[in-house]
């Protein structure tokens, strides 16, 4: 099993950056494709991002792409998410989990990071 911990979330105005971490322990870390989620008051939780299990393949939701990027350090058992150019759309609960089997599917989820966003 490998265990996840978000963090970095935060109350920010429109137009400022947060980064958020999620770090893992448990299995090898690169043993994992990562993946950010989000899930906003009263909706479902929807994909933020994902990378690949050596970091060389990014994939991204169209509503984020351009202004979030996803990367990873497997040195440090650590995923992150650098956020942009923050709109108030963007506030929600923010999960990373990890896929073990490169099938888009994730099996492990972090408890998740609040990150609000104000206009």
Same mark, same amino acid.
């Given at each position: 099993?490998?265990?996840?911990?978000?963090?970095?979330?935060?109350?920010?105005?429109?137009?400022?950056?947060?980064?958020?971490?999620?770090?893992?322990?448990?299995? !090898?870390?690169?043993?994992?494709?990562?993946?950010?989620?989000?899930?906003? !008051?009263?909706?479902?939780?929807?994909?933020?991002?994902? $990378?690949?299990?050596?970091?060389?393949?990014?994939?991204?939701?169209?509503?984020?792409?351009?202004?979030?990027? $996803?990367?990873?350090?497997?040195?440090?058992?650590?995923?992150?998410?650098?956020?942009?150019?923050?709109?108030?759309?963007?506030?929600?609960?923010?999960?990373?989990?990890?896929?073990?089997?490169?099938?888009?599917?994730?099996?492990?989820?972090?408890?998740?990071?609040?990150?609000?966003?104000?206009?």
């Amino acid at each position: 099993q490998v265990q996840l911990v978000e963090s970095g979330g935060g109350l920010v105005q429109a137009g400022a950056s947060l980064r958020l971490s999620c770090a893992a322990s448990g299995r !090898p870390f690169n043993n994992y494709a990562m993946g950010w989620f989000r899930q906003a !008051p009263g909706k479902e939780r929807t994909f933020v991002a994902r $990378i690949s299990r050596s970091g060389g393949t990014l994939v991204y939701a169209a509503s984020v792409k351009g202004r979030f990027t $996803i990367s990873r350090d497997n040195a440090k058992n650590t995923v992150y998410l650098q956020m942009n150019s923050l709109k108030p759309e963007d506030t929600a609960v923010y999960y990373c989990a990890a896929d073990e089997m490169g099938t888009n599917n994730y099996n492990y989820w972090g408890q998740g990071t609040q990150v609000t966003v104000s206009s």
